[in-house]
T-cell receptor, first 110, second 114 residues
């Protein structure tokens, strides 16, 4: 089976940097993705890592270590609009379903 | 706008009733996924279709069923509804062979069972 573990909540200050971790167990691994979801909204795709290392997209970066079955999402220069839930996700190796972690709610303090 | 359309946006119905949720995927996307999200819960995978065929099944209740039609739109049928079925139901679509796990979500249908 597959499982993804991530913290349920993280709190950070506006302008600071925050890291959201995700560890995973899958039967077949292709890559790790991150999604953002604002309250009442739809999840939106942020990033995808198939290879080890850091991928940067503006203020957001995502990291993967395949040997450690671990990844993280790094958010820099936090803004109040970044207050949302963040989900890591993997595609199941046996079929095509996309499995999500339970999500990390990011609280940003002014 | 993700390009995925879900209708209706809101649905209020009584216990024991049956409802149908509809999803139109992005143009060109062959895969459709259905997820259930209860209050403060994650995205629970229900079922996936690819080009009209069931591709993967999650923890979908026997009271729930789905299908994907030749025009690729999909419907999720929920029957004998219970209070606990109240949730946000999302449909997502993706292109098979595209960037892995990049799925595009509709705005969801909020189902309230009273």
């Amino acid at each position: 089976g597959q499982s993804l573990e991530q913290p349920s909540e993280v709190t950070a200050v506006e302008g600071a940097i925050v890291q959201i971790n995700c560890t995973y167990q899958t039967s077949g691994f292709y890559g790790l993705s991150w999604y953002q979801q604002h309250d009442g909204g739809a999840p939106t795709f942020l990033s995808y890592n198939a290879l080890d290392g850091l991928e940067e997209t503006g203020r957001f970066s995502s990291f993967l270590s395949r040997s450690d079955s671990y990844g993280y999402l790094l958010l820099q220069e936090l803004q109040m609009k970044d207050s949302a839930s963040y989900f890591c996700a993997v595609r199941d190796g046996g079929d095509d379903k996309i499995i999500f972690g339970k999500g990390t709610r990011l609280h940003i303090l002014p | 706008d993700s390009g995925v359309t879900q209708t209706p946006k809101h649905l209020i119905t009584a216990t024991g009733q049956r409802v149908t949720l509809r999803c139109s995927p992005r143009s060109g996307d062959l895969s459709v996924y259905w997820y259930q999200q209860s209050l403060d819960q994650g995205l629970q995978f229900l079922i996936q279709y690819y080009n009209g065929e069931e591709r993967a099944k999650g923890n979908i209740l026997e009271r729930f069923s789905a299908q994907q039609f030749p025009d690729l739109h999909s419907e999720l049928n929920l029957s004998s509804l219970e209070l606990g079925d109240s949730a946000l139901y999302f449909c997502a679509s993706s292109v098979r062979g595209g960037r892995d796990t990049e799925a595009f979500f509709g705005q969801g249908t909020r189902l309230t069972v009273v």
